[in-house]
């Protein structure tokens, strides 16, 4: 199969369905304009001041509205620690896409003593360091310091899952299907941001309810289900880093030895798969006493990720053209950093 005349994008828009609502947060607008000229040409500007065409890359990528989709009715000051970090995840994707797993560790750990308060940013000795910084006080005005451990826990998951590609794409070994699922549940790094409802809501929902199996499990789902569509949807841009080693869609190809587009449909039968137990899981949740409406209101906010996702995500350039850093360009600025 010829890959130029399979059309990802389209298969995304008519295949990858959701039956949930679509919101978008009307303080879109305003945050984005607070992401490209307080932070990516201001408070971030050093990071990348000598390389005006990667910030722009950057600013296309609109990650104010993604992340408005994902929080539709969060009020402007709540949402302003939301997309701070979703420019955050950008950066650390892009920064350590190209380092070793042996930095990776260092670079964890500092994080996540920031993030627990445990040293400063200047300390730190990290690029993203103020970033995480000033995202843990601005978090801490919205939920308790339990909430914010949590929260870190997801973040550490994450790194845990970029050390994890790091190495298989340094050993250049394909991991099976399963496991690749597995390591992109933790390396999509939607579970910090599933936590965020809180901040969202102004609802604080006890442990237990977290430690649920059913919370659990459609936490895990939701994160599948985003890295199923975006697999599909980065696989020119996995394809062009060197980063086919933990794109499901490519593993399915190495694993069954079949062409680009039968891959992408199993990936999408797969998707599917997870889609039904979402649902189902969603209709039919425990009672949960007296927090059970609030738990129903949080699968909701759950699932309007996914659909938010597919809403925001096919209009980006990042993912529609070549309008994502070039390897060699992150390779240069983690050599001055």
Known sequence: MNNEK???LELLQTKFRYPF???????????????ETQWIDGEYLWLFENNPDLRKKYKKTKTAHIAAQWFPTASVERFRPICRLMLWTLYNDDLYEESTPENIQYIRDQSLAILHGEITAEDSGIPLGKMLASLRQELLQFIPEVSLSR??????????GLERELKLKRDKIYPSVTECIALREDSICLYPFLQLV???????????????????RLQALACHL??????????AKDEATDSVYYN???VIQNEHKITLEEACMENLRLHNQDLKEFVELQAS??????????????????????????????KLARYTAADFPEANELKDKLKQM
């Open 248 to 250: 499901i869609v490519k």
């Open 226 to 235: 985003v890295t199923f569509f975006n697999e599909v949807q980065s696989v």
């Open 6 to 8: 399979f059309n990802t």
């Open 151 to 160: 929260f870190t826990e997801m973040i550490e998951k994450y790194f845990n």
């Open 285 to 314: 949740l425990p009672d949960f006493g007296i927090w059970h409406e609030a738990v129903v209101n949080w699968v909701h906010y759950m699932s309007m990720v996914l659909s938010g996702w597919k809403s925001i995500s096919t």
């Open 198 to 216: 809180e901040v969202e809501t102004g609802i604080i929902l006890p442990q237990e309810i977290h430690d649920h199996p059913v919370i659990r």
């Open 21 to 35: 609502p679509t919101l978008k947060n009307p303080h879109a607008d305003q945050l984005q304009e607070i992401t």
